[in-house]
């Protein structure tokens, strides 16, 4: 059985980070003094473990297959490592640590949005605290949350997925807009006339919520689909699409003209945003904190 020492968390660490960073001579400056140093510390873990990590050479960086178990392996330790430091600082009745906060994209324009006030009020609680922020898609967050990289995640997620605690924390409303070269645009129709025209368009539908805006459009089919919302905003903007946008997000546009709403009245959603955490394992004192001034946040906005 291989003993680890401390030599070798060091090693395990500067291997993570170059795999994260896409090879030796990406990994970043404060890793090691140059591309060499990073070679020597990083080659003595493969007699230690007795396994070919990595292929070297002109055609690049690639992690061999016993590479990326070691590697899935070395991000379970370390997300273990660091629970523990977590843990061990309720010893000392002193708050501290990293804690690691997924969010999905084009939040900051959302002013029911409880993130800006919980990072204040936890900030100002005085914690000794670095916080990694990470945006991304609903699927990468919920997996991230699930191996331990991250402590929470905050956006929509439709389905609920085992081994994951979904809590509710505020809705987000959206509308249905088209560009300004789109044939709808300034269109006032309502009603069977307007869903006409609607089936008769191209529809963009957010990949993570694509059946939730289709059944809302009566439309069984979608012509594009997109991971995240700048995206979703380019398509309507070229006047070739229709879509749901966030009503704080669209209205940039819809004060200079490049986009127009349709049926304000009636096509409106009201997109549920959810907190997910680890089920089944304590939260540390960190994270606890963290959700207490969410929580708090959230009330006192009467978003819940």
């Given at each position: 059985?291989?003993?680890?020492?401390?030599?070798?968390?060091?090693l395990?660490?500067?291997?993570?980070?170059?795999?994260?960073?896409?090879?030796?001579f990406?990994?970043?400056?404060?890793?090691?003094?140059?591309?060499?140093?990073?070679?020597?510390?990083?080659?003595?873990?493969e007699?230690?473990?007795?396994?070919?990590?990595?292929?070297?050479?002109?055609?690049?960086?690639?992690?061999?297959?016993?590479?990326?178990?070691?590697?899935?392996a070395?991000?379970?330790?370390?997300?273990?490592?660091?629970?523990?430091?977590?843990?061990?600082?309720?010893?000392?009745?002193?708050?501290?640590?990293?804690?690691?906060?997924?969010?999905?994209?084009?939040?900051?324009?959302?002013?029911?949005?409880?993130?800006?006030?919980?990072?204040?009020?936890f900030?100002?609680?005085?914690?000794?605290?670095?916080?990694?922020?990470?945006?991304?898609?609903?699927?990468?967050?919920?997996?991230?949350?699930?191996?331990?990289?991250?402590?929470?995640?905050?956006?929509?997620?439709?389905?609920?997925?085992?081994?994951l605690?979904?809590?509710?924390?505020?809705?987000?409303?959206?509308?249905?807009?088209?560009?300004?070269?789109?044939?709808?645009?300034?269109?006032?129709?309502?009603?069977?006339?307007?869903?006409?025209?609607?089936?008769?368009?191209?529809?963009?539908?957010?990949?993570?919520?694509?059946?939730?805006?289709?059944?809302?459009?009566?439309?069984?089919?979608?012509?594009?689909?997109v991971?995240?919302?700048?995206?979703?905003?380019i398509?309507?903007?070229s006047?070739?699409?229709?879509?749901?946008?966030?009503?704080?997000?669209?209205?940039?546009?819809?004060?200079?003209?490049?986009?127009?709403?349709?049926?304000?009245?009636?096509?409106?959603?009201?997109?549920?945003?959810?907190?997910?955490?680890?089920?089944?394992?304590?939260?540390?004192?960190?994270l606890?904190?963290?959700?207490?001034?969410?929580?708090?946040?959230?009330?006192?906005?009467?978003?819940?």
């Open positions: 059985m291989i003993q680890l020492h401390d030599v070798d968390l060091k395990l660490r500067v291997f993570a980070t170059i795999v994260r960073c896409g090879g030796v990406a990994a970043p400056a404060g890793v090691s003094a140059g591309p060499p140093t990073t070679t020597e510390q990083t080659t003595p873990l007699p230690r473990l007795g396994v070919k990590l990595c292929q070297r050479g002109r055609s690049g960086f690639r992690l061999t297959e016993q590479g990326v178990a070691i590697h899935e070395t991000q379970r330790l370390l997300s273990a490592v660091e629970n523990f430091c977590m843990d061990a600082d309720v010893l000392k009745q002193h708050i501290s640590g990293k804690l690691n906060l997924g969010i999905i994209d084009t939040t900051i324009t959302d002013p029911d949005s409880p993130i800006p006030r919980t990072t204040q009020r900030v100002s609680r005085g914690h000794d605290v670095h916080l990694n922020v990470y945006v991304g898609t609903p699927a990468e967050l919920e997996e991230r949350v699930l191996d331990g990289r991250l402590h929470l995640a905050i956006g929509h997620f439709p389905i609920h997925v085992p081994g605690l979904h809590s509710p924390l505020y809705r987000e409303a959206l509308g249905l807009y088209c560009g300004r070269r789109h044939p709808l645009h300034g269109s006032k129709a309502e009603g069977g006339e307007l869903l006409e025209e609607i089936a008769a368009s191209r529809i963009v539908v957010r990949g993570y919520m694509q059946q939730y805006d289709l059944e809302h459009l009566g439309v069984s089919k979608a012509a594009a689909t991971d995240n919302i700048e995206a979703l905003a398509l309507i903007i006047g070739a699409y229709l879509g749901f946008l966030p009503a704080h997000f669209a209205a940039q546009w819809i004060k200079t003209g490049e986009m127009h709403q349709l049926a304000p009245g009636s096509l409106q959603l009201m997109s549920p945003f959810d907190v997910i955490t680890r089920r089944g394992t304590a939260p540390p004192p960190i606890q904190a963290f959700l207490e001034d969410l929580g708090a946040s959230s009330r006192k906005a009467g978003n819940t």
